[in-house]
């Protein structure tokens, strides 16, 4: 069995399976980008419900297993040479999984730095620009009244799903036929987009037609339905 007595996160979250992957998480956009990508590579984990409303993400065990205070993070007993591994950052976790286990990427160079590029523009793009938009439209942002900061988000934000738009115009997925991590890195947010930010109207979600149907053809893979749900909230 596994000896993950080293690291400080295994006191907060004792381990009841310490020879699985340990993950980290609430099913936030950035969580659910975890949960699914284990779902659909099939491979045994141990999941451990993170209370970000509570700061438990401040605690010295957490910050000693992703000093940047986020979810989600992982502890992969069974890491590069056997050793265990603590790794946070969701697009990180993503190409460690895909490579670890040559699934939802590809093996062809050239198709595999494109879908890093889109994994990497969920990153630096959807992610904070439908994050802005949310914050401004729906939470503490939408009682401001100088309305600029929110449209500079809506402004970004329809562009970004345009771009998108054009990329599945002509393909199931982002990579084409096969479901990858891009996938798995933006349908999480594209769908918080429209339903808990409650944007769909703002943005136009509905002239948009690739895009849904994406969405739809992401939805209807049982990984996929099982992540968006992992950790069940307390």
């Known amino acids: 069995m596994a000896d993950l007595s080293a690291f400080p996160i295994t006191r907060q979250?004792?381990?009841?399976?310490p020879d699985r992957l340990q993950l980290y998480s609430l099913p936030t956009p950035n969580g659910v980008k975890a949960s699914?990508?284990?779902?659909?590579?099939?491979?045994?984990?141990?999941?451990?419900?993170v209370d970000i409303m509570k700061n438990e993400t401040w605690t010295p065990e957490y910050l000693s297993l992703n000093p940047n205070g986020k979810i989600p993070a992982i502890l992969d007993p069974d890491g590069p040479g056997?050793?265990?591994?603590?790794?946070?950052?969701?697009?990180?976790?993503?190409?460690?999984?895909?490579?670890?286990?040559?699934?939802?990427?590809?093996?062809?160079?050239a198709a595999r730095y494109e879908t890093l590029a889109w994994v990497f523009w969920q990153m630096a793009a959807v992610g904070p620009m439908f994050g802005q938009l949310g914050f401004f439209h729906k939470f503490a942002g939408k009682d401001y009244e100088d309305k600029r900061p929110r449209d500079r988000y809506l402004a970004e934000s329809k562009r970004l799903l345009g771009v998108l738009e054009d990329r599945l115009k002509d393909r199931a997925f982002i990579m084409g036929d096969d479901f990858t991590i891009a996938d798995?890195?933006?349908?999480?947010?594209?769908?918080?987009?429209?339903?808990?930010?409650?944007?769909?109207?703002?943005?136009?979600?509905?002239?948009?037609t690739a895009v849904p149907?994406?969405?739809?053809?992401?939805?209807?893979?049982?990984a996929v339905a099982r992540g968006l749900t992992i950790p069940a909230r307390s």
Request: aromatic fraction near 10%; hydrophobic fraction near 45%.
């Open 13 to 17: 979250f004792p381990a009841r399976h």
């Open 36 to 49: 699914i990508m284990l779902e659909e590579i099939g491979l045994p984990y141990e999941v451990h419900l």
């Open 82 to 109: 056997g050793q265990p591994l603590a790794l946070w950052e969701s697009g990180a976790i993503l190409v460690y999984l895909a490579e670890k286990t040559g699934k939802l990427i590809p093996t062809d160079p």
């Open 184 to 208: 798995v890195s933006l349908i999480g947010w594209v769908r918080n987009l429209v339903t808990f930010y409650e944007a769909g109207e703002l943005v136009e979600y509905g002239s948009l």
């Open 213 to 222: 149907a994406w969405v739809e053809r992401c939805l209807a893979r049982p």
